[in-house]
Nanobody
Framework: QVQLVETGGGVVQAGGSLKLSCTAS????????MGWFRQAPGKEREFVAG????????YYADSVKGRFSISRDNAKNTVALQMNSLKPADTAVYYC???????????????????WGQGTQVTVSS
């Protein structure tokens, strides 16, 4: 089916930056809206950012607006999350997710995603 692999996590100081990437298998990447989620120890998984099938619509959690940027390259089956001005509260395992989306829709959802990657750890020190 759809396999997703995240890379780019690491340890950074507060105020620093990281760029995460997610690569999807198959030839139907453009059928899916894509999202990034994160889960900190003892916390529930939360939505971070999403991008529509075409890449023209994006949506961010309030906690990351102005700091994070999501983008996709359908020719390369990739979605990226550029994270700037990182805070210790951003520390979490970050997951890439795929959401099958009707061709006529530009929707970006915060839940209901169909496929998930294995996650990549982001640690922000202070």
């Amino acid at each position: 089916q759809v396999q997703l692999v995240e890379t780019g996590g690491g340890v950074v100081q507060a105020g620093g930056s990281l760029k995460l990437s997610c690569t999807a298998s198959g030839r139907t990447f453009s059928m899916y809206a894509m999202g990034w989620f994160r889960q900190a120890p003892g916390k529930e998984r939360e939505f971070v950012a999403g991008v529509s099938r075409s890449g023209d619509t994006v949506y961010y959690a309030d906690s990351v607006k102005g700091r994070f940027s999501i983008s996709r390259d359908n020719a390369k089956n990739t979605v990226a999350l550029q994270m700037n001005s990182l805070k210790p509260a951003d520390t979490a395992v970050y997951y890439c997710a795929a959401d099958w989306t009707p061709i006529s829709s530009t929707r970006v959802r915060t839940e209901g995603y169909d496929y998930w990657g294995q996650g990549t750890q982001v640690t922000v020190s202070s």
